[in-house]
Nanobody
Framework: QVQLVQSGGGLVQAGGSLRLSCAAS????????MGWFRQAPSKEREFVAT????????DYADSVKGRFTISRDNAKNTVYLQMNSLKPEDTAVYYC????????????????????WGQGTQLTVST
C-alpha cells in the first residue's frame, strides 16, 4: 500500500503561481511512476502530468504544457506540481496518483493505470 497526502492549493489570481505537493509513504517511492490529474465540476477527471520513477522523463497535457512542471524528490518521497501563468480554466480539484506498473506510450496518461490516489486539493483561479 502507498499512502499519498497532498498539500498546497487554494485561491490564486489569474496569472499567478502555486505549487502542489504530494508526500508518499508506505512503500519505496522510487518504485512508482507519479501523476497529477484534475477534475473540474461536472467534468471527468483528466490527465495533467506524469513523471517517471527516476524523474528523468515527464509528460504533460497540451493544456498545461509550458506552464506546469512536474518534479519529484525521491529522497523526500515527494512529487510536486509547479503551476505558473494560471488561468481560470485551471480551476479544479487536483489529485496526485501513483502506479507501480511499467507503462509504455501514452498509457501513463490514463487514470485507470494508477492504483493509489491522494485526497485531492482544490485550486481556484480567479479573474
Amino acid at each position: 500500500q502507498v499512502q499519498l497526502v497532498q498539500s498546497g492549493g487554494g485561491l490564486v489570481q489569474a496569472g499567478g503561481s502555486l505549487r502542489l505537493s504530494c508526500a508518499a509513504s508506505g512503500r519505496t517511492f522510487s518504485d512508482y511512476r507519479m501523476g497529477w490529474f484534475r477534475q473540474a465540476p461536472s467534468k471527468e477527471r483528466e490527465f495533467v502530468a506524469t513523471i517517471s520513477r527516476s524523474g528523468g522523463n515527464s509528460d504533460y497535457a497540451d493544456s498545461v504544457k509550458g506552464r506546469f512542471t512536474i518534479s519529484r524528490d525521491n529522497a523526500k518521497n515527494t512529487v510536486y506540481l509547479q503551476m505558473n501563468s494560471l488561468k481560470p480554466e485551471d480551476t479544479a480539484v487536483y489529485y496526485c496518483a501513483a502506479t507501480a506498473q511499467t507503462l509504455i506510450g501514452g498509457t501513463s496518461r490514463l487514470r485507470q493505470v494508477y492504483d493509489y490516489w491522494g485526497q485531492g486539493t482544490q485550486l481556484t483561479v480567479s479573474t
